[in-house]
């Protein structure tokens, strides 16, 4: 009962977050809605037992990522943007679009549910720690390599932001 | 008073969370077809991202195992850098031309 009026919040909270994200005019109240989405699938996480994505998506995500868009959203200067028509001419056959391959998902979803077979979940040792330990266990033991890439790919963001945004190297 | 454990105790089921991160992304679909700022699609990218995120944990958990967690903190890590680059290059379109609009910036387009 309480878990399903927990879900109900976030899950109003992420929708309205993301519905806003797509309507508001001015680009920095897009962003604060934005991080209010973010904020409730947060929520969202902390309900499914992922702690510490939970706290990777409050830092990362609307501590990290959020601010860099307000940043460039403070260093352009959007006045003139604000004052324009805001969706494309065509904006019916996207709308359309988008709505269409979301009926589709859907429809395939609810008619699709008894014939989704998942494995049985697998009980796992007896979890000392949480979830932050059994996480690390598995990401640095399984995916040893796919971590390392990643900190490579974060490598590679960082000389490409520089090249990108300084004038003369 | 009831055990807290206990009312914690009751499941959402997955088709929850699966529908609403379908809702989600088609949000976030829409918005990067119809919008016409530079920035707002990039959120609009961002949302769609966090959508698949909350399906691969919703999985995850149904599941009992935390490779759904690798997969979307990885999913977060390439969006942190896809992030940088991409609005660096919204700041190099804007210092050159001076403008936002999608419609503008079409030197690809055939």
Known sequence: MTETVFFYCFAALAVAGAILTVTMRNAVHCAISLIASLGGVAGLYLMLHAEFLFAVQIVLYIGGIMVLFLFVIMLVNLEAAARERQFHRSWVGGLLCAGGTGAMLAWFWLRGAGTLRLPPAVQPTPREGGNVESLAMVLFRDYLVPFELASLLLLVAIVGGVMMAKKRI | ?110
């Open chain 2, 1 to 110: 008073m009831p055990d807290l454990a206990q009312l914690l105790a009751a499941e959402v089921p997955l088709s929850w969370y699966l529908i609403l991160s379908v809702i989600l992304f088609v949000i976030g679909a829409a918005g990067f077809l119809i919008r016409r700022n530079i920035i707002t699609v990039f959120m609009c990218i961002e949302l769609m991202l966090n959508a698949v995120n909350l399906s691969f944990i919703a999985f995850s958990h149904k599941l009992k195992m935390v490779d759904g967690h690798i997969y979307s903190f990885f999913v977060m890590v390439v969006a942190a850098a896809e992030a940088a680059v991409g609005l660096a290059i919204i700041l190099t379109v804007f210092k050159n031309r001076e403008t936002l609009e999608i419609d503008e910036v079409s030197s690809l387009k055939l």
